[in-house]
């Protein structure tokens, strides 16, 4: 989980010095701010109740986010992340694109030699807590903790499903005035336009995605197979350059072809053509 400050080689700092107090006040500010547009206290109470409704046969429980890191940020592609705001709409994206961090062996992952600190406390807890942390101060980034310690998924790109005109006044609030209008591929081709146009917020961090009322993950109902491993490509990470031998490992993973992933790699992509025509030839 990179910073993705290019210009700053080393490891993003900790937040050690936010303390549990300053925490607990960003919680209750956050929970201030969604009761200005509408939540009331038992909606506030209910986000951490399980989700009932006909939907349930669908969605994702702890038995999917339970599984080793590469495993799951593989998993991931084709399932459909689900945001529902304080009116009742529901935003919903397909997973095309993310990036696995392995925990303390992982020189580019918040958690690297297995350092815990207020910020990335989430990475520790059980498969499927939300790990939000922001980058340049404004921006969010969202990830998903699966096995391992300190292990996590960051949700890098979206195919927009549903609730594109509402993502798209979301994305605008965060744009310059005037600025030409996002078209549906363009709305959350990366991890923090992701979190703009689904109204991810910081007080989502250490939520449990697998219970969570205001966000969750389901299976595609439009395609219910799982993604062959010749529609995934393997890369290395973006924005984690300094890491020495971890900026090569292949651990991003996309949907090839797909128009809403953020960055392709045209060498990893190379890759697995010629690894297909070998395989090809030996049979």
């Known amino acids: 989980m990179t910073t993705r400050k290019r210009n700053k080689p080393s490891l993003p700092e900790s937040d050690s010095d936010e303390t549990e107090c300053e925490a607990a006040k960003r919680l209750v500010q956050c929970r201030s701010d969604m009761n200005t547009v509408g939540h009331n206290d038992h909606l506030l109470h209910?986000?951490?109740?399980?989700?009932?409704?006909?939907?349930?046969?669908v969605r994702l429980t702890y038995s999917f986010f339970n599984q080793p890191c590469v495993e799951l940020a593989k998993d991931f592609l084709g399932k459909v992340l689900v945001r529902k705001l304080a009116d009742?709409?529901?935003?919903?994206g397909k997973i095309v694109e993310t990036e696995a961090y392995l925990g303390g062996e992982?020189?580019?992952?918040?958690?690297?030699g297995g350092k815990r600190t207020?910020?990335?406390?989430?990475?520790?807890?059980?498969?499927?807590?939300?790990y939000v942390y922001p980058i340049y101060g404004i921006y969010l980034c969202m990830n998903v903790s699966s096995q391992g310690?300190?292990?996590?998924?960051?949700?890098?790109?979206?195919?927009?499903?549903?609730?594109?005109?509402?993502?798209?006044?979301?994305?605008?609030?965060?744009?310059?005035?005037?600025?030409?209008s996002l078209k549906d591929r363009e709305l959350c081709n990366g991890p923090s336009k992701l979190c703009q146009a689904l109204d991810i917020q910081r007080c989502f961090d250490r939520r449990d995605l697998a219970t969570d009322a205001e966000v969750w993950l389901e299976m595609d109902p439009e395609k219910e197979t799982i993604v062959g491993a010749g529609e995934v490509v393997m890369a290395p990470r973006i924005g984690v350059e300094s890491h020495g031998e971890w900026a090569t490992k292949l651990l991003r993973f996309y949907l090839r072809g797909h128009p809403c992933v953020s960055v392709l790699n045209k060498d990893a992509e190379r890759r697995m053509d010629s690894?297909?025509?070998t395989d090809r030839t030996v049979c």
């Not at 209910?46 to 046969?57: A, E, K, Q, V």
């Open 106 to 112: 992982d020189k580019a992952s918040h958690s690297a």
């Open 275 to 277: 690894q297909s025509d």
């Open 118 to 130: 207020e910020r990335n406390t989430a990475m520790f807890m059980k498969p499927g807590t939300i």
């Open 149 to 180: 310690e300190g292990a996590a998924v960051l949700l890098r790109s979206l195919e927009p499903l549903s609730g594109q005109d509402v993502m798209r006044g979301l994305r605008a609030a965060k744009r310059k005035p005037g600025a030409k």
């Open 46 to 57: 209910h986000h951490l109740s399980p989700y009932f409704s006909m939907r349930d046969s």
């Open 88 to 92: 009742g709409t529901e935003l919903r």
